[in-house]
């Protein structure tokens, strides 16, 4: 996985870079670093694409699950 990928799957997860560290229990550096182009460890590149093709399967939250004349915070 390149540097390039990595930003879309990022983006589809709605991660950060620091986002992605602590899912992986990493320095924020090593992430910096796949970031700058050096190339993703296998492994890594394999759980992420999983994790997205999973992510644009999701479903939208269903419509009308809200009781008539409930604000959002109740």
Not at 10 to 22: E, I, K, N, S, Y
Not at 26 to 45: F, G, K, N
Not at 50 to 58: C, G, L, P, Q, S
Not at 68 to 73: L, Q, V
Request: charged residues 30%; aromatic residues 6%.
């Amino acid at each position: 996985m390149n540097a390039d990928r990595l930003r879309a799957c990022l983006v589809v997860l709605r991660w950060t870079g620091a986002d992605l560290a602590r899912a992986l229990d990493c320095e924020h550096t090593t992430v910096r670093r796949w970031l700058a182009d050096i190339s993703v460890p296998e492994a890594v590149a394999e759980w992420l694409e999983h994790k997205v093709e999973n992510a644009e399967r999701d479903q939208p939250p269903p419509q009308g699950w809200k009781r008539a004349g409930r604000s959002a915070r109740t």
